[in-house]
């Protein structure tokens, strides 16, 4: 299984960016994906997954609103929105795979991207 997530770059509070993670090795529609974050010297923690159809999403509450989940299982490829970027939301954002069910717990999830920087500054 492989991930590779891209997107990422340096801009400022309120840009946007769009984050795109491209699976192969793995039967993407059945996958739950997650996105994940983690800052420097902080643990790394839940941004938002969505379920094999699409219609089930979930965020954490400090991006909800700003940010959005979609995936598009012909293109095996997950993405994530982000609007209104703070300072706050500098990290390194990672990609995740697992089978369902669906956990915003990071330890859960047995395939990783390698990561995209996302510095926003203001």
């Known amino acids: 299984v492989q991930l590779q997530a891209s997107g990422g770059g340096s801009v400022q509070t309120g840009d946007s960016l769009r984050l795109s993670c491209a699976a192969s090795?793995?039967?993407?529609?059945?996958?739950?994906m997650g996105w994940f974050r983690q800052a420097l010297g902080k643990e790394r923690e839940f941004v938002s997954y969505?379920?094999?159809?699409?219609?089930?999403?979930h965020y954490a509450d400090s991006v909800k609103g700003r940010f959005t989940i979609s995936r598009d299982n012909a293109k095996n490829t997950v993405y994530l929105q982000m609007d209104s970027l703070k300072p706050d939301d500098t990290a390194v954002y990672y990609c995740?795979?697992?089978?369902?069910?669906?956990?915003?717990?990071?330890?859960?999830?047995?395939?990783w991207g390698q990561g995209t920087q996302v510095t926003v500054s203001s």
């Open positions: 090795g793995l039967t993407f529609s059945s996958y739950v």
């Open positions: 969505i379920l094999w159809s699409g219609g089930i999403t």
């Open positions: 995740a795979a697992k089978l369902p069910p669906a956990t915003k717990w990071y330890t859960n999830y047995p395939y």
